[in-house]
């Protein structure tokens, strides 16, 4: 079992900056796949970002490319999610979500722990 906590949600405006982190209680950390994903209010859950277990490979959603970087320190069992230029449509409730394995996953299906989300709202 892996637990995930979620910070550094919050309110900003629109063109600011926010660094999401995801801490993990266990060194499984080290050898999964980790992912952010979102969830506006009245809409599903969608991808946002993953990274492989090395950090070597990062995915990202057209929405996010080139404003958000993914990335992880596996010495502290953490992963990011540095958020640039926020746009309200942005504003959500943000997951990490972390799936034991060496590839990096981009389905919601593919994994296995979910933290309980932090809230990014952007206001305009």
């Known amino acids: 079992q892996v637990q995930l906590v979620e910070s550094g949600g919050g309110l900003v405006q629109a063109g600011g900056s926010l660094r999401l982190s995801c801490a993990a209680s266990?060194?499984?950390?080290?050898?999964?796949?980790m992912g952010w994903f979102r969830q506006a209010p009245g809409k599903e859950r969608e991808f946002v970002a993953a990274?492989?277990?090395?950090?070597?490979?990062?995915y990202y959603a057209d929405s996010v490319k080139g404003r958000f970087t993914i990335s992880r320190d596996n010495a502290k069992n953490t992963v990011y999610l540095q958020m640039n230029s926020l746009k309200p449509e942005d504003t959500a409730v943000y997951y990490c979500?972390?799936?034991?394995?060496?590839?990096?996953?981009?389905?919601?299906?593919?994994?296995?722990?979910w933290g309980q989300g932090t809230q990014v709202t952007v206001s305009s």
């Open positions: 979500a972390c799936k034991p394995g060496l590839v990096g996953r981009i389905l919601e299906t593919e994994y296995d722990y």
């Open positions: 990274i492989n277990w090395s950090g070597d490979n990062t």
């Open positions: 266990t060194g499984t950390f080290r050898v999964s796949a």
